[in-house]
Structures are given as C-alpha cells and as structure tokens.
C-alpha cells in the first residue's frame, strides 16, 4: 500500500504564494497517477490538479496559469506551486496516489493541509 503526508499549508495573503509538498511511502514503484484535491465545508471534494508518472499534467480550469503541479519520482514526492492566491482558494488541500495493488488500482489520501487566504 501507499501513505502520503502532506506539508506546506498555512495562511497567506491574497496574491500570494505557498508550495504543498506530498510525499509518499510503502508501495510507490507502483505509483501511476498524483495528485491534488481541495475541500471547503459542506462542499465535495474537487480536483485541483494532477500528474502522470510521466509528467503529464491535468489542471482545473480556475487555477490553470496559477498554479503548477510537479513531481520528483526519485523522491516519491509531488509538489504544487500555488501563486496569486485568492480568498476563495481558501479550503483543506488533500493529495492522492493511484497505485497498482494487485489485483486492481486503489488510491490513497493524505490527512490534508489547510490553506487559508486573507483578503
């Protein structure tokens, strides 16, 4: 199986930056696609953006230009630079992991970051 911990959040003004990191552990040659996902209260959980183990890049429509997401496969690691931040990018950021486990994929999710943003 694979465990992510995530680090990086905290609060931040509105135009500012903040990078999340994720590392993952335990199963990660097995590791396809990461990712990023935000969540607000009583809202569901809603794709920010995500990476193929090849470097191929996915992106919301709402922080694409903002944004960008990275990965160092070396160090089972995906990164996502947050720039121009909005109040309403406020919200608990969790990282995802698709892996092979045989005989299927599974995903895996951190416990979340929270970024909050001051107007």
């Known amino acids: 199986q694979v465990q992510l911990v995530e680090s990086g959040g905290g609060l931040v003004q509105a135009g500012g930056s903040l990078t999340l990191s994720c590392a993952a552990s335990?199963?990660?040659?097995?590791?396809?696609?990461m990712g990023w996902y935000r969540q607000t209260p009583g809202k569901q959980r809603e794709l920010v953006a995500d990476?193929?183990?090849?470097?191929?890049?996915n992106y919301a429509n709402y922080v694409k230009g903002r944004f960008t997401i990275s990965r160092d496969n070396a160090k089972h690691t995906v990164y996502l630079q947050m720039n121009s931040l909005k109040p309403e990018d406020t919200a608990n950021y969790y990282c995802?992991?698709?892996?092979?486990?045989?005989?299927?994929?599974?995903?895996?999710w951190g416990q979340g970051t929270q970024v909050t943003v001051s107007s």
């Open positions: 995802n992991a698709d892996y092979y486990y045989y005989p299927k994929y599974a995903r895996s």
């Open positions: 335990g199963s990660t040659s097995s590791i396809n696609m």
């Open positions: 990476i193929t183990s090849g470097g191929t890049t």
